[in-house]
């Protein structure tokens, strides 16, 4: 259960953050919590909390990384497939003209509709700011007009499979590696 509640937990509010407009402060906690606690609690509640065995005898089931690792993709992917998800319920497709291009870690491209109104956040170089794209470029993109999930071009799917396979990677294992450190405190009790 606990597995399935750390699982779950990091896909839906990394999901729900873009799809139900909520405000900023709440998107940051709840993006804190997909990305970063509640993996790092599907690995640390097993191994730390919930033994009997002493700490210098204890070991870790190797299965219980899984989660982890699977939880912080689930939190980034589960964002972007919440962003597409947001764009495809309330998004507007419109011509948009680059006003200013950032090229220093990652691109990304600040954009105004051919009317003048800004589009906010900013176009990322995974959702169609290339390295091509320069200032004065017309696009054409979907954005929110709420300014909540992030726009693209129109080419990004779902991720759909890749999140199915997280969340069943990060219960499965997680389940697993909590049922052998239960083994391992049930042979220390009979020991």
């Not at 982890?68 to 589960?78: E, K, P, S, Y």
């Not at 954009?111 to 200032?135: A, F, H, M, Y």
């Not at 979907?142 to 300014?147: A, S, V």
Request: proline share 5%; charged share 20%.
């Amino acid at each position: 259960m606990f597995s399935l509640f750390c699982a779950g937990g990091s896909l839906g509010l990394s999901w729900l953050g873009p799809v139900v407009p909520l405000p900023t402060v709440v998107r940051g906690v709840g993006g804190l919590f997909a990305i970063l606690i509640l993996p790092l609690a599907s690995l640390l509640v097993p191994v730390l909390l919930l033994r009997r065995v002493p700490r210098k005898k204890r070991k870790m089931a190797w299965q219980l990384m899984v989660p982890l690792f699977a939880g912080v993709a689930m939190g980034i992917f589960g964002t972007a497939s919440g962003d597409a998800a947001a764009l495809a319920d309330r998004g507007v497709s419109a011509d948009a003209v680059v006003v200013s291009a950032d090229y220093s870690s990652t691109n990304h491209c600040e954009l105004r509709t051919v009317d003048g109104q800004d589009i906010s956040p900013s176009l990322s170089e995974s959702n169609g700011c290339r390295d091509s794209t320069s200032k004065g470029d017309e696009l054409r993109v979907r954005y929110d007009p709420e300014g909540i999930a992030s726009p693209d071009d129109g080419r990004t799917d779902s991720n759909g499979v890749l999140l199915a396979t997280l969340f069943g990677a990060a219960v499965v294992m997680g389940t697993w590696g909590g049922v052998r450190q239960s083994r391992w405190d049930r042979a220390y009790d009979g020991a």
